[in-house]
Every structure is written in C-alpha cells, then in structure tokens.
C-alpha cells in the first residue's frame, strides 16, 4: 500500500486532527467490511484508509511520513500494523489490534465507549462510585468571622460491616459473568454494524456476586448516619461550598465513595450588613449630638468597643470608616474594614420647655444663617417660581 496517505483519505497536507477524523470516518463507514460482506476490493480500502489514519493521527508517524514518506515504517513491519497484535473478528473480518483501536476511537461514542478488558480483576465500573451528598448548614456572622468547628450528622450508605463492602456472603466471593463471560461487554448486532455495549448483567465489571450478602443483598451498603467533624474557615461568605473528598455515599461492592458537600448559609444580622469584607451598620444619633459633636463607642464584629468621632456639625448620612475593623478574608490575616452610617434622629415626645428652647433655637439659626444647606434650597425655589411667573 504505497498510495499517499493523505490521497487516501481525501485530506490535504495542513489538515488538522478533526479534519482527518471526520475524513477517516466517512470512509471507513462506506468500506467497512460488515457493510460490503465478501467484497475483497473493500475490504482492502478499508484497510487502506485505516493504515493511513493510524499514521496520520499520531504526531511523531506523521512528522516521519512527512520526511521520509513510506520508507518511515518499512522496517516497523507496516507502521505498526499486525507484528502480532492480537486482534477480534468482527463480521467475517480479522481486525488486528491496531484497526481495532483505530475503530473504537473514531466510533467509540455510538459503540459505548472502548472494549473493555476481561476477568474479573479489572477496574470496577464508574457507575459503582458512590453518589455526592449535599448538607446545608446554617451559621451566624460571628461564625463567618471567626471560623468554626461543627459536628454533624449525615444519613448516608455506608460500607457493610458483614461483607466489608464486597456485596458477598462471608466465605463466597465473585464468579465470571456468564452473559459476557468475563469481558465485560456484550455484542449486538444493528444493521450493518455488530456493536459493543457495556454488559448489563455484571455493568461492566466481567463478575457477578456468588452469594450476596444477606446482610446488604449483595450491595456492600447498608444505610446509616454518621457523624463528621466539619472545619468552617474564617471569612466564609454566604454560599461557600465546602467539598469533603469520599465523604458521600458508599460505592456498590467496594466501588469509590462520592464526596459530601457543605453548602454555607450566613444567617441575617440584627445590626450589620456585609458586602464582601466590608460591614455596614446605620448608628442612629441625637440631634444635638450632630450637631455639637461628641463621641460615642460602636460594637464590633469581634465584640470589642469601637470609638467613634462625630464631628461637629454631622449631616444625616455622614459615613465614617474605621479601617480594618469588618470581615477575616479568607485565607489571610487581613480584614476588611467597617462603616458608620449616622442617621440623625428628630426628637419626639417633647415637653413644653423644650418646644420653647427650639422655638428660641430656631429663631436664632434663622438670623445667623445655621442651616446653609436649607437657606440655599428654598432661596433656588424662589428663583423657579420667579421664572414661571414671569
């Protein structure tokens, strides 16, 4: 077979993988030997073309064809073809091992995937794997800040004590599948194709239980809750997921435990809100005392009595920020920082002296101009009802 290998499969030179992918699948279903039963003309193309993907595929054959052309593989005995590879027959056609992986690439994904192996020693089947739990867990602001360390208790499957997991009875253990004896896969026939599929009665494994365990029925599970110590670390925000690995449920018969996840939830706080590392907490003051100024002290995230300056003068709204003082960062020693909105408050529930100081208050303002902000808004409406009036 000295044809060019990319003439053989239609391609150019500079085509990428799934250019010679889609080009060698187009071929190999047209001359496929199941397709063309008996036709020996076929039969050879198909070998054609698959010789000349197996090398075009693979970077390092490619780089060599592309140098030396077929001379390359003449003493590799074909680039890799036959050289006692065991192969399987497949209507009427003996693949060789290297036709076969060629053909369980291209079509693996309407096949179930590639040939499994035999016994029943091999890998056991991902559909074995424990499924992931999900735990939600609720904790306050305080916990966010700090960190914490929690015990719960999950209702999970669990690894059987009777059978320690294996699904067999004491003493008993696995016997080869009789459906695929042992290779895991059965073949079915559709059209012009005879296809692999994962063996139902093992899922694939090449073994089924002799004598499953009473005690779990051949699962190697059994239901049960389990306690678990869980590490919050400081800075969490609300929605962190935590991943605890094989921590979920148990596999079948031995198979890999999936993992827990711990979904966070930081409750509401009755005085701060959060924004990220920041905190926010609106401090109602006197009116006096926004006006005069003074001191007064806040509570923060970690307990401790914060001192806070109002200056003289605070209009509603004034923000003050006291650095370093909101929220742990995750995985670091910083923190964010923490912001003082001051609400102004009227004061209510007046006697009658004081009604009589404000009134005194207000007449003074007026004449030394104490509210400059207000003076300037009605003095601007004036003006508009000026404009309109004119």
Known sequence: MSKDYYQTLGVSKSADAAALKGAYRKLAMQYHPDKNPGDKAAESKFKEVSEAYDVLRDEQKRAAYDRYGHAAFTQQGGAGFGGGRGGFQQGGFEFSGSFADIFDEVFG???????????????QSPQNRGADLRYNMDI???EAFNGKEATIRVP??????????????????????P???GHGRVRVQQGFFTLERTCHTCSGTGSVIEKPCKACHGEGRTRKDRTLEVSIPPGVEDGTRI???????????????????????VKPHKLFQREGADLYCRVPIPMATAALGGKLNVAGIDGAKLAVTIPEGTQHGHRVRLKSK????????????MYIDVQIETPVNLTSKQKELLLQFQELSEKHNSSPQSEGF????????KDLTD
Request: net charge negative.
């Open 109 to 123: 994904e309407f096949m179930g995937g590639g040939r499994g192996g035999s016994g029943a020693g091999q890998t």
């Open 378 to 385: 009605f003095n601007k409406l004036k003006d508009v009802w």
């Open 156 to 177: 999970s499957l669990v690894s059987c004590e009777v059978c320690e997991g294996s699904g067999s009875e004491p003493g008993s253990g696995v016997v080869t599948c």
């Open 140 to 142: 306050t602001l305080e």
């Open 243 to 265: 991943r605890l690995n094989k921590e979920g449920e148990a596999g079948m018969r031995g198979g890999q435990a999936g993992d827990l996840y711990i979904f966070l939830n």
């Open 179 to 181: 459906t695929c004896n």
């Open 326 to 337: 909101g929220m742990t960062l995750l995985r670091s020693d910083n923190r964010g920082d």
